[in-house]
């Protein structure tokens, strides 16, 4: 039995992930589920969006499966989402792309992988104002931040069978970051000597991405690029409705899809459950159940190949739950 903390989030995240756990059980997926709230529910109830509890239930049980949260413009409090990531360290943004039959793309054979870090450069957020005309923001890299994210994605690229990490950055006009994060990228690439590795640099890589995507593998790049391109690649293979996410640290794990919370379908029951259902694939391979998630990886596909029972921004009629009745059909 593995513990999880499970966050249902704002807006459609409690109808996504209430869909995804119906499905995750129906896989027999042996999973006992430590509800904990956390986001604007939480600040409208008691004045804190990421109590202690929550904290301390993810630490303790190392891995986290949550809806979206929301984050206010402007005002409000801080986003809640990278007060996690910060929290826990979680130095991995893994941002899978790939397309399925029966959903709108104009492409039809990508299956790349976006390994984004998460926690340095210009996100650091320290930026000043330099007098009242002026404003600087810094953009930190280190070492060990660069490091351990390049050999992440090595890693990754080995255990999912995969064959080329391309890194991405702007070396040529940021000698010493971006410059910094190039040289470590290829001191560190010839120790996976089974993996071609390449380096492009952002802007070209963006175009490359819209001109020809079946060329790329696991793409590992600092944390901006990554942000820019992970939603770029999201468009590629149809939108967010069906792009999963995990962020991962050296000891927690947190697995959400990349959407909002979308409050202009809230309460209808009309969100699409894919991203949260494939975010939970992730989940279970990250514990040690890669079948299960194979399975209902599989049993999703189907049911969008077959286009009979999708929700209305695949182009269909069916609700959330019909959606994810019509996938538990499948793997049964
Ligand atoms: P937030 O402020 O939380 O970022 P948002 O609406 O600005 O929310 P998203 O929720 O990421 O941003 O998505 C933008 C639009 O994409 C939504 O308004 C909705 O129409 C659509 N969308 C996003 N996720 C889904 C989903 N799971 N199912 C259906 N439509 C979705």
Redesign the pocket.
Known sequence: MHKITLIPG???GPE?TEAAVKVLDAAGANIDWDVQYAGDCMYQKCGNPLPEETLASIEKNGVAFKG????P?GTGFRSVNVAMRKHFDLYVNLRPAKTYPGVYSRYDNIDLVVVRENTEDLYAGIEHMVGPDAAESIKIFTRKGCERIIRWAFEYAIKEGRKKVTAVHKANIMKCTDGMYLDIFRQIAPEYPQIEAEDVIADAMSMRLVYAPEEYDVLVMPNLYGDILSDLCAGLVG???IAPGANIGEKIALFE?????????VGQG???????ILSSCLMLKHIGEQAKGDMIEQAVAKVIKDGKTV???LGGTAS?MEFANAVIAEIK
Do not use: K
Request: no cysteine; glycine share 12%.
């Open positions: 704002d807006g459609i996504v979206p949260l929301t984050t413009v939108g967010l409705g899809p990349i959407h909002g919370t979308a409050p202009t379908i009309i969100a699409n459950p894919t991203a949260t929700t209305v921004d959330t």
